[in-house]
Each structure stands twice: as structure tokens, then as C-alpha cells.
């Protein structure tokens, strides 16, 4: 889909071009944007590499296991049915938390496997499933590897400045995603699709 999307604009922009008799102008931007997109590409592998590698060295020390087996505990009271759940669970926010989302990827979807085979209703997401995407998609992070290799590619002279705030506010979006799914699951609990209220 979103090929078709740029497609449509580099289509439009040379028609555009040719229209206002800037043809010329138009070609070279597309030349020096696709020569700009393989230099930040290049630099950013070096500092995705580095990141990985980094994340890599944790989970061989055991810092990803203690981590989690630290959290194992908080995380039963936000998903008390999760069961065999809670494991991948913890093992998914802990990679999100040192900002390999890669690598939190098949944590997550063990998760949700786990958790669809614990569902009352088919084809209802539970509230532990609502919970668990509510704290993924907000993304408690210690480290935002993207940013900081993006910044890092761009030439910034502090690219860490942003650790700080970026945890902050990536505390303040957990604490309210956690408290908010649990209002919702409170006021309007699950039930069969098709049915209404109890």
C-alpha cells in the first residue's frame, strides 16, 4: 500500500515539474534524496549494530533475565489470568525498556498466542490482551535506540540529551495506558461478539 502511496507522489511531483517547467529541479531532488537516504541508512546500521550488540551482551550477563524476573511479580497484579503468559510478557516490555524493539517482537507475539488460548470468547481480545498491547504500544523505554541512532546520523553534539526526558515521559505514558485500559475493562467487560450489555 504504501509503495502505491509514494509512487502517487513521485508520479505527482514530476507531473507538477513538467508543468511548471522545473522538471529539471524535480530530478534532481529525487537523485539527491535517494543518494541522502543511503548515507542515513549506512549510519544508521552502525548505531543499530552497536545498540544490538549492546542488548546482546545484556542477555547473555543475565541483565534481561533479572530484569524480568524482578518484574514477573508487578506485572501478575496488571495481568492476574495471564498464566504461562506473564513470562513472555515480561521478557517483551524488558527488551522494549532497553529499546531493542526488535528483539521484543517474538516475545510479543508468544504473549498474545498465549494469551488467545486463555480467551472466554472467541474473537474477544481479554483484558489481559488489551492491557499487554495498552503497555507495549506505550512503550516504557530506558533507552530509545531509534532516536538516539537517528540523531546520531543526523550530527547532533548531544544526541543523548534526550534519555532523560524520554523516559519521563515514557513513564508517565505507562502509568497512564495501565491505569486507563483498567478503567475501560472495568466499565465495559468482555462479551461475546454480537451480544449486548449484561
Given at each position: 500500500m504504501m509503495s502505491c502511496v509514494?509512487?502517487?507522489m513521485?508520479?505527482?511531483a514530476i507531473i507538477c515539474g513538467a508543468a511548471n517547467g522545473s522538471i529539471a529541479a524535480v530530478l534532481d531532488a529525487l537523485t539527491e534524496g535517494a543518494a541522502n537516504a543511503v548515507t542515513l541508512s549506512l549510519s544508521l546500521a552502525g548505531a543499530y549494530m552497536l545498540w544490538m550488540g549492546l542488548m546482546g551482551i545484556a542477555r547473555r550477563a543475565g541483565?534481561?533475565?533479572a530484569l524480568s524476573r524482578a518484574m514477573r511479580k508487578p506485572l501478575a497484579?496488571?495481568?492476574p489470568n495471564a498464566g504461562e503468559a506473564v513470562a513472555p510478557i515480561t521478557l517483551n516490555l524488558a527488551a522494549n525498556f532497553f529499546g531493542?524493539?526488535?528483539a521484543a517482537t517474538p516475545f510479543g507475539l508468544e504473549a498474545m498466542k498465549e494469551l488467545n488460548a486463555k480467551a472466554k470468547y472467541a474473537g474477544v481480545a481479554t483484558d489481559e490482551?488489551?492491557?499487554f498491547l495498552a503497555l507495549n504500544a506505550s512503550a516504557l523505554?530506558?533507552?530509545p535506540a531509534n532516536v538516539l541512532a537517528l540523531r546520531t546520523a543526523a550530527g547532533s553534539e548531544d544526541a543523548y540529551i534526550v534519555v532523560l526526558p524520554t523516559f519521563i515521559a515514557s513513564v508517565i505514558s505507562f502509568v497512564s495506558?495501565?491505569?486507563i485500559c483498567a478503567l475501560f475493562c472495568r466499565i465495559m467487560p468482555q462479551r461475546p461478539i454480537g451480544k449486548g450489555r449484561a
Open positions: 509514494f509512487a502517487a513521485i508520479a505527482a541483565l534481561i533475565d497484579l496488571l495481568f531493542a524493539g526488535s490482551m488489551c492491557m523505554e530506558l533507552l495506558a495501565a491505569a
